[in-house]
């Protein structure tokens, strides 16, 4: 199994002052000797401060790029300091910790490795627009994935080497892209996916990025996300990593 020293937790942050120090604290307690990065992704509270103080290493981003913007900079701070993994992890305390071994050890099996809502552990449930657009979309990327696939839209990912080397300069940072699209990204790349069954928890803090009105149209922008994803260039690995990858 891949080791915690080996492994970088990411956790972008966008205004999460109420979670984020305790979020950072359980993240070390529970996983001795894992590395932990936090991107205040154009925060206008304390998070960098608060999250620094807890132990984490933090980056400031000056303006709001979203999730995939900010997982972006940390593959790219994982490829510059050593780090072999990397497993995006919420701020807002909804990840459990204690569900990261599992997702590395899976990694030996697969270079990304997503950690599953609705996967029979858990009583996490959504309705409406938003439970049959994630079902179209697990449906949809399990055939371009070539695996059975329950939860396309979970934050809570492990990403091996060579998941890592790609998404350094391809992570998606478009609506949806970190999660849609980097499945569709690693695929067409050469990565394999895989999940395992978590359990979330209730946000610890902050404001949900979701309301009524978002959840209404989130099955029209899903889809829109997946189009976009197929009708890019596929990407290719340079000539050098053409053997890793493949």
């Not at 984020?20 to 932990?36: A, F, I, N, S, W």
Request: with cysteine; proline share 6%.
């Amino acid at each position: 199994m891949s080791s915690l020293e080996e492994t970088l937790i990411v956790m972008p942050a966008f205004n999460e002052e109420e979670a984020v120090g305790d979020v950072v604290r359980e993240v070390l307690e529970t996983l001795p000797g894992v590395h932990c990065l936090v991107i205040s992704d154009g925060s206008t509270d304390a998070t960098a401060s608060i999250a620094e103080r807890a132990g984490a290493t933090v980056l400031v981003l000056p303006f709001n790029l979203g999730v995939g913007g900010a997982m972006r900079l940390g593959f790219k701070y994982a490829i510059a300091n050593g780090y072999d993994n990397v497993v995006q992890l919420d701020s807002d305390g909804q990840h459990n910790p204690r569900s990261v071994p599992e997702l590395l050890e899976k990694l030996d099996k697969a270079d990304i490795v997503i950690g599953a809502r609705f996967a029979g552990e858990g009583d996490y449930e959504v309705g409406g627009p938003r439970k049959w657009a994630m079902k179209v979309l697990a449906v949809a990327l399990s055939r371009i994935a070539r695996t059975r696939l329950t939860d396309v839209t979970s934050g809570f990912k492990a990403a091996g080497p060579r998941a890592v080397r790609l998404f350094a300069d391809n992570y998606p940072a478009e609506y949806l892209g970190d999660t849609i699209e980097s499945l569709v990204v690693a695929s067409r790349g050469g990565c394999t996916v895989a999940q395992v069954p978590v359990s979330m928890r209730p946000r610890a803090g902050g404001v949900p990025s979701q309301n009524p009105f978002t959840s209404a149209i989130y099955l029209g922008r899903a889809g829109m996300a997946l189009l976009i994803a197929l009708l890019r260039t596929p990407i290719t690995a340079p000539a050098h990593e053409q053997g890793v990858l493949s």
